[in-house]
């Protein structure tokens, strides 16, 4: 993004942004999908 003339305030906001969604957004939506599955299965 440096490379492309981002400035690099911009590139932290969306670094931070990508951990958060990491943390929670991509384990939460895993965990429901399984729990369709499993209930489905039952």
Same mark, same amino acid.
């Given at each position: 993004? !440096?490379? /492309? /003339?981002? %400035? &690099?305030?911009? =590139?932290?906001?969306? =670094? *931070?942004? =990508?951990? /958060?969604? $990491?943390?929670? /957004?991509? &384990? %939460? $939506?895993?965990?429901? $999908?399984? !729990? *369709? =599955?499993?209930? !489905? $299965?039952?």
């Amino acid at each position: 993004m !440096a490379a /492309g /003339g981002i %400035e &690099p305030r911009f =590139i932290e906001e969306v =670094i *931070l942004q =990508i951990k /958060g969604f $990491s943390r929670y /957004g991509f &384990p %939460e $939506s895993h965990a429901a $999908s399984f !729990a *369709l =599955i499993a209930y !489905a $299965s039952w």
